[in-house]
């Protein structure tokens, strides 16, 4: 049996939160002995008779003696007057923690008994939890499972007792998050004392009404839903209200201004508008529920939020597929039609977390754009001086792409703005678009360390247009430039060293803009217009390629991947896995939305063979070259990739990172500065295992955990793969589809 994480805790308050929380150190052995304190006699003793407690007390101070952990349960208003009482009783090694609502009051009642010397054990916190019914009874051992628990260390808060208190709410499956108590009373009086406060409000409103009896009679499940929060018990609200006074009556101002702009578009009839505002806000609640980055307290306690599972032994990878739109095209689909003229309609749209992400920071920058609904999108655009400032920090979750494109358009516009990403995004270089933007005359600043984001732009409308040769090749390097120049006075030229993605290209020219492409050097002339188009976006090559490679390495497959974007510049997956001896054939090909498309069919019929991958074709499968590390394992004979440093850069390190989880699951292979040398382990005409299995750390990205699911069509063992969330970014679909032709994969969150 572990050893308990406290000898005695002590509740001052016995109600729902505290009952709750004393369910889960019983469940879980977190104590030798928990004992309460209340006022009300009855409480202590159901509380007895529960098994909740040992001993109760209606002397805080006697609850509290030998206690090393104290749990404020209480009223908030009632904080000074108990810490009082127990100030004598708790020791230098005694951590005392609340559970209150607001936070600043809690403080200022911890300074007025201890002035500014402050225990080091005293870390105020808030579980964000809840339920209608309210009491010793109403408690639940499950009520913080998946819920957020706010810790608020100060700074004389000991590192120990944080440590303690994020185990112990972890214990009670809870998400553990930090911020400074000023910041959480404000977020809180918007995401929770504003919402109550309404709710008491409506339902004050219809109770004073003289039909209120119909009113409630046939009330709707969004009445139901929206009012049930008012059953919640008024003496605490009403001391909440009070406790959090400034930061409720500022939230209630912003409401009171945002609910007039909605009843002006009411009365108006203003269809646009509405619909824009409508969807504004369902689309920002989707973003904020899937894909706000979790932010944990501190770093080793972090938690991975999804792990894949592969079992071996599967037998067969067949069947015809549609894979998600391409994320390259999703992306500039958004962003070209925001700032063009008229109404741009988009079909096969991606909806994975980056190219909403470009939709939600568009929305924020106040376009109105319906959907996504089924991959359409309507875009009502508002031409090239139409772009609002955005009210906050615009947010691109794991998109290099969104963040170094947008750099180019927010560039030229007269508003600031400031863009953040997760932690993926924010170790990724953003200096090689700063660069060249300042060179055209952008303020741009990458505020995090080594140039990564945070990335600052000060507002300007004179850039100035260039030649720039790229150093390297960078289709978003390239794309944000090319961006800029719409807004720059004369001609923005750029050559490249290797062909790169021509996605900005030809969707500029469809947008009636003029690019000309000489070789490698493009070019376009500052001050034109877009004009709103029809935009199809073809199935994304980069997804597929996880299939190609699947089909490529097993025997007896036969996979065919539909309408797949077969754009030149993307097509070096295709010419790589022909080189290897892959059995695949494009077939059916033509033109949808000025973009080549055709399918793709792969057969596993003979196996593949190692080669020294050509470096004219490491641009046109920058992505796909993690599956295609799968493949070079199952080859035969040693494969060879160089200039491709541009890997070591991307979501995570992919050389490296590849070349980890290989040699746990028993591949020889070598990274290099700007590749990787790989023994194949296949032989020729025999389709035996290839991988041991193993357990591997994808990084959070999305690529990584998609080829080395693809591994266990050959492994031995069961493979885990860590950190796998970030999958969504891309290829929601993936676990699906994969299951589908054959694979098994197990999803655990």
Not at 463 to 491: C, F, N, R, T
Not at 702 to 715: D, E, K, N, V, W
Request: some cysteine; overall charge negative.
């Amino acid at each position: 049996m572990s050893v308990p994480l406290f000898e005695k805790v002590a509740f001052i308050g016995l109600g729902l939160i505290g009952s709750s929380l004393a369910r889960v150190m019983i469940a879980q052995g977190l104590a030798k002995e928990i004992v309460a304190s209340t006022r009300s006699q009855k409480t202590l003793e159901d509380a007895k008779a529960l098994g909740l407690i040992q001993q109760g007390y209606s002397d805080p101070a006697e609850a509290v003696k030998g206690a090393d952990l104290v749990v404020l349960a209480l009223p908030v208003r009632a904080t000074q007057k108990v810490l009082e009482a127990i100030q004598p009783f708790v020791t230098e090694k005694t951590i005392i923690t609340d559970v209150g609502s607001t936070k600043g009051n809690v403080v200022a009642a911890a300074k007025a008994v201890y002035g500014e010397n402050l225990p080091a054990g005293f870390v105020p916190g808030h579980p964000i939890a809840g339920a209608e019914l309210t009491g010793v009874h109403a408690g639940k051992v499950d009520l913080f499972a998946n819920h957020k628990v706010i810790l608020t260390p100060l700074p004389s808060s000991a590192d120990w007792a944080v440590e303690k208190l994020i185990q112990l709410w972890q214990a009670a499956k809870a998400e553990v998050i930090c911020m400074d108590v000023e910041k959480h009373d404000e977020v809180l009086a918007h995401t929770s004392h504003l919402p109550h406060l309404m709710a008491f409000n409506l339902v004050e409103q219809l109770a004073n009404r003289e039909d209120n009896l119909d009113i409630f009679r046939y009330a709707a499940g969004g009445f139901r839903d929206f009012s049930r929060i008012a059953a919640s018990d008024p003496h605490m609200w009403h001391d909440i209200f009070f406790a959090n006074k400034k930061a409720i009556l500022n939230a209630v101002d912003g409401f009171e201004k945002q609910l007039a702009i909605l009843r002006k578009l009411i009365e108006d009839e203003n269809s646009q508008a509405l619909m824009g505002l409508l969807g504004h806000a369902q689309a920002a609640r989707q973003h904020f529920n899937h894909m706000l980055a979790k932010r944990p307290l501190m770093e080793k306690n972090k938690v991975t939020t999804q792990q894949f599972t592969i079992l071996p032994g599967a037998k067969q990878f067949q069947g015809k597929f549609t894979v998600p739109g391409d994320k390259s095209v999703s992306h500039r689909s958004i962003m070209f039609g925001a700032i063009a003229e008229g109404t741009t309609h988009v079909t096969g749209f991606l909806e994975g977390e980056d190219a909403l992400a470009t939709l939600q920071a568009f929305r924020d920058m106040g376009v109105s754009i319906e959907g996504p609904k089924n991959g359409e999108v309507t875009i009502h655009g508002v031409g090239m001086n139409g772009l609002k400032a955005p009210a906050s920090a615009l947010y691109m979750g794991n998109s290099g792409t969104s963040m170094r494109l947008l750099s180019g358009m927010l560039s030229a516009q007269k508003f600031d703005s400031v863009m953040t990403g997760d932690a993926s995004l924010s170790k990724r270089p953003m200096e090689r678009i700063a660069k060249p933007l300042r060179e055209m005359g952008a303020q741009i600043q990458t505020t995090g360390e080594r140039g990564t984001p945070p990335v600052s732009i000060s507002g300007s409308q004179n850039l100035k247009g260039i030649h720039y040769d790229l150093p390297m090749a960078s289709a978003q390097v390239k794309s944000g430039i090319l961006l800029a120049g719409l807004w720059a006075d004369g001609e923005t030229v750029i050559t490249e060293p290797e062909p790169t993605r021509d996605h900005s290209e030809r969707m500029l020219r469809a947008f009636g803009y003029d690019v000309k492409t000489e070789g490698n050097r493009i070019s376009l002339q500052g001050g034109g217009k877009l004009v709103a188009t029809e935009i199809q976006v073809p199935s994304d090559i980069s997804s597929a390629a996880f299939f190609m490679v699947g089909a490529a390495i097993t025997e007896g497959s036969d996979v065919t991947l539909e309408a797949v974007g077969i754009n030149p510049t993307r097509t070096g997956v295709i010419e790589i896995l022909k080189q290897m001896g892959a059995d695949l054939s494009v077939e059916n090909e033509r033109i949808a939305g000025g973009e080549p498309i055709a399918d793709i069919r792969i057969r596993g019929s003979r196996t593949l063979k190692g080669i020294h991958m050509p470096e004219d074709q490491v641009p046109l499968a920058i992505d796909e070259f993690p599956a295609l590390f799968i493949a070079a394992a199952c080859a035969e004979g040693q494969t060879i990739l160089t200039g491709a440093a541009e890997l070591r850069v991307k979501e995570s390190d992919r050389i490296q990172v590849m070349a980890d989880g290989m040699k746990t699951m028993g591949i020889d292979c070598t990274p290099t500065d700007d590749g990787i040398i790989i023994e194949g382990k296949g032989k020729a005409g025999e389709w035996d295992t290839i991988f041991t299995g193993g357990e591997i750390e994808s990084h959070h990205d999305h690529r990584i955990a998609m080829s080395f699911s693809m591994a266990g069509l050959r492994t031995s063992g069961e493979i885990k793969i860590v950190g796998t969330e970030t999958v969504a970014t891309s290829f929601p679909t993936f676990t699906e589809l994969a299951n589908e032709a054959g694979l098994a994969i197990q999803v655990t969150e």
